[in-house]
């Protein structure tokens, strides 16, 4: 579904690059929604096996807390998401990582790309505070590992720390 640049080295190694990317990207950008749509558009064209990338941010302004969409990459999806249902609302619920390596074997998944079959989710947080999530779909089943946890994490803390 992306275009794909060609990077040689480990995966870990091409992890760092993208974090360096993403911070040149977003050094000295204030606005949000831009940096937000730029990272998506980066972890679009970096990563591999994927169907869907991007943000769902908290929105506080009605009775209850939920997530809605953001800058994303990929097909049309669920533009809100209450805390606590699905991967996404799970992992801000929990403040935490969801790595689902068969989102069908997940109890209240929420299917907005019937082509999804795993999926990682990464919430983003400034201190306790939750800004919102960071959501990558993949076609494959246990696309996925710790690896891409790890560095997915250190991304989303670059881009909180610029929120």
């Given at each position: 579904m992306f275009?794909?640049?060609?990077?040689?080295?480990?995966?870990?190694?091409?992890?760092?690059?993208?974090?360096?990317?993403?911070?040149?990207?977003?050094h000295?950008?204030?606005?949000?929604?831009?940096?937000?749509?730029?990272?998506?558009?980066?972890?679009?064209?970096?990563?591999?096996?994927?169907?869907?990338?991007?943000?769902?941010?908290?929105?506080?302004a009605?009775?209850?807390?939920?997530l809605?969409?953001?800058p994303?990459?990929?097909?049309?999806a669920?533009?809100?998401?209450?805390?606590?249902?699905?991967?996404?609302?799970?992992?801000?619920?929990?403040r935490?990582?969801?790595?689902?390596?068969?989102?069908h074997?997940?109890?209240?998944?929420i299917?907005?790309?019937?082509?999804?079959?795993?999926?990682?989710?990464?919430?983003?947080?400034?201190?306790?505070?939750?800004?919102?999530?960071?959501?990558?779909?993949?076609?494959?089943?246990s696309?996925?590992?710790?690896?891409?946890?790890?560095?997915?994490?250190q991304?989303?803390?670059?881009?909180a720390?610029?929120?």
């Open positions: 275009a794909k640049s060609s990077y040689e080295g480990t995966r870990e190694d091409n992890y760092a690059l993208l974090i360096q990317q993403v911070e040149a990207l977003i000295d950008e204030p606005n949000r929604i831009a940096n937000l749509a730029n990272a998506a558009a980066l972890l679009g064209q970096f990563l591999t096996d994927i169907n869907w990338v991007g943000f769902y941010l908290l929105d506080t009605q009775e209850k807390e939920e809605v969409l953001g994303f990459q990929g097909l049309p669920c533009v809100r998401i209450p805390l606590g249902k699905g991967v996404c609302g799970t992992s801000a619920a929990r935490e990582t969801v790595l689902v390596p068969d989102v074997a997940f109890p209240g998944h299917a907005c790309d019937a082509a999804s079959q795993s999926e990682i989710v990464v919430p983003i947080l400034r201190g306790e505070e939750l800004i919102g999530v960071l959501d990558i779909d993949s076609p494959s089943l696309r996925f590992d710790e690896i891409d946890q790890r560095y997915l994490e991304f989303v803390q670059k881009l720390a610029a929120m």
